[in-house]
């Protein structure tokens, strides 16, 4: 398993469009894919789970991805949260 910290510098934090994306990006992967902020942990292959997290911008969320593409699938989730 691995894990990274990241800020979320999006101007309206994580919202419908870049939440759909990263779903989209992180269901190419077969690795599991979590997302915790505030306490609360959810998968990032769930569109319903990462809204409910409701994550404002500046908001600082965890990553932890378990599987046998694992760096790879960090990697791109991560790219795809940095995009503006």
Same mark, same amino acid.
Request: aromatic share 4%.
């Given at each position: 398993?691995?894990?990274? $910290?990241?800020?979320? @510098?999006? =101007? &309206?934090? +994580?919202? &419908? =469009?870049?939440? @759909? !994306?990263?779903? !989209? $990006? &992180?269901?190419?992967f077969n690795a599991d894919i979590f997302l915790t902020h505030n306490g609360r942990k959810v998968n990032v292959k769930s569109v319903l789970g990462v809204l409910s997290l409701a994550i404002p911008k500046q908001? $600082?969320? $965890? +990553?932890e991805v378990s599987g046998e593409d694992e760096y790879e699938a960090l990697e791109e989730v991560v790219n795809t949260l940095e995009r503006e």
């Open positions: 398993m691995i894990e990274r $910290t990241i800020r979320i @510098n999006r =101007k &309206a934090g +994580l919202y &419908a =469009k870049p939440v @759909n !994306q990263l779903v !989209q $990006t &992180a269901s190419k908001a $600082t969320i $965890t +990553l």
